[in-house]
Every structure is written in C-alpha cells, then in structure tokens.
C-alpha cells in the first residue's frame, strides 16, 4: 500500500485555521484571566479597607462606652 506524502492545499488549510483558532482562544484565555487577576486586586484591595473601617468603628464604640460610664458614674 503506498501513501501519498503530498499535502493538499485542504489540509495546509485546515492546519492555519485551527492554528488560527487555538491562537485565538489562547488570546481569550489570557483576556480573561488579566480582567480576574484586576478584579481580584480591586477586591482585595476593598477588603483591607473595610478592614481598616471596623477596627477605626469598634475603637470609637470602645470611646463611646467609656464616655457613656462616665456620664452614668455622675
């Protein structure tokens, strides 16, 4: 049995778009891999600021309960 070693110009074809295609979903992949990475930095940075709200609010209401003993020991 012999086999033909030519390629035909449907194969050559067939390899650019599929090589087309796995380089376009490559690209898309990476998209959205940078805008998750952004939003994972947005979010974190978010959290070390409420972070940073409720230690500055349970100081205040710790200032608040000793004003509110020394108005009541009066």
Known sequence: MKVDKRLTLAVILALFIQTGGALIWAGAAAERLETLENEQAFRRA???????IETELEAMQAQLARIEAKIDAL
């Not at 978010?46 to 940073?52: A, G």
């Open 46 to 52: 978010y959290l070390i600021r409420t972070i940073q």
